[in-house]
């Protein structure tokens, strides 16, 4: 019932309606009204309340809730099975165990605070509350594990395109799928699977993205490669009409992919990538190497030309532009 | 304590020990040893008892109990954590729990019994109990996803070659791991994955032999497509040392894998397998064709030579030898 006031007051923001009104439009008492208002208040929600004229939604607040995130909407299937929480171990985790459980394709999980936010090859993911979107969505698409790398440059192409349409920011994609603004990190995506060996149970798509954290809001080794949109445009963004625009984006590239093959995306990744054509430095478990970044294959391995004058497709691994800052320790950078 | 009283009558079997010595050798009163002793025969070991002799170990009995499993076990991580069950879901699913809650590599999963045994592509496996060995192990090598499939192949390669050494029967591999008395299944494989893009979490082999089965004991379709190992042999099997008989096999050549890589493990493939060199029919989620199949790859895909001369490397799907009898609704077969 709170989220269909909520939803009623968000259509007529600005205006007042009354409370008479609510209680008859929603078949509800005036009294749960009433409750309902000063809990949507409690929440953030600016209303102010005239006598005779009713409530009036002034300003909405920057939360991830249900209502937030579902007004607007314009998907089929990703967030139409939508959950969102205060604080989760990951995500990534949270989504994992609703998919063994059953969940369908297109389940998002939303968090306010991550106490384990996980990035790439096992490392710590800095989730602070109420600044940045850390959400996963739960794919089940017919391909095998091998393919599922595909799937990482369709989250990044899509994060890409939709904060580019809402910041106007020029945003690039590092391989495979960090996003940067120059050379700072924006948004960092970890791919997970479940799979048997001829076909995939599900994929998890976890991604992070700095929002509005201000400068002092990132620990102090991680100032110099990272960065938020906020501090980038210079104003903060409405994280739930950032997260609508994200799922809107995805879903698009998505079915794209699944009709179209990986040729598309692939396509896509070039025009927004900031790896290819550049000298790199490469870092694998194995050791290091530099050498100049010239495609990506259909496996989204990157392939690279050795200064040994070798050719190599990395599946695994950290590149860095050659000369650029490098932190390891932490994956927000 | 049952388990030392067990190993200690097992050690001697043939042989009397008094209750007084098991009393003092293991620190336990007299008593204990009577009731632990009453207990062990309730599991179905035959322990006859005379005055001033004490107890002797006459027949031990066929089940997957941790003594019977462990005593005689030669590994040194396949089945060092080791979990036996009455009755599970399914092993892989037991495994797959117990990996996310970050149990080693290694850990082996028994049960007596399946409620929902998997075999591929989602399909059930019948699952009787005390008839089979149902089981699962846990592996955790550095590898990445698409590389998974390679150990599908060291799993079959390993149960053959066990299976081989305690039947004496001419078994054979059907690409990709079912392991064939004839044209007759005798055991199934079910390789399951968790893993990032950049590398595996975990891989889990799930694996379901017919040891004891009379006839009547399998569904009536099954019957012309499955056969056991007792069938075969005219004999039954101790399912504890077939099971130590394949940890063995299997910790050998997963050790020969992670040294030597995929090249011994093919190579021992081929060897034992019923699929190469002959006219094949191929069912895929796409449609059906025939063939012939002309080898493995390094992704250990079957590399099949059309009749219309085109060629294919199958990642999944279902291989018959053109003209044999198949079944698709349960996968014993």
Redesign the interface.
Known sequence: MKQAIAQLLIAQKGNYISGEEISKLLAVSRTAVWKHINSLKEEGYQIVAAPRRGYCLVERPDILSMVEIKTGLETKILGQNLLCFPLVDSTNEVV?REA?AGAPEGTVVVAEQQEQGKG??GRQWVSLPAVGLWFSVLLRP?I???Q??QL?FVSAVAVCRALRAVTGLPLLIKW?NDILLGQQKVCGI??????????I?YVVAGIGINVNQQLEEFPPELRDTTISLALAAGHSFSRAELLRKILQEYEEQYRLYLEKGFAPIRSSWRKFNATLGKEVLVST?EGSFTGVAEDINE??CLLIKKDSGEREAL???DVSLRGSLMTKSKSNS
């Open positions: 994992k063994a790439r090859l017919e095998i594990p091998a599922a790398a990482t495979p970890l791919t997970e699977l479940s799979a048997e060996i001829e076909g149970d478990r496996d989204g599946i695994a691994g």
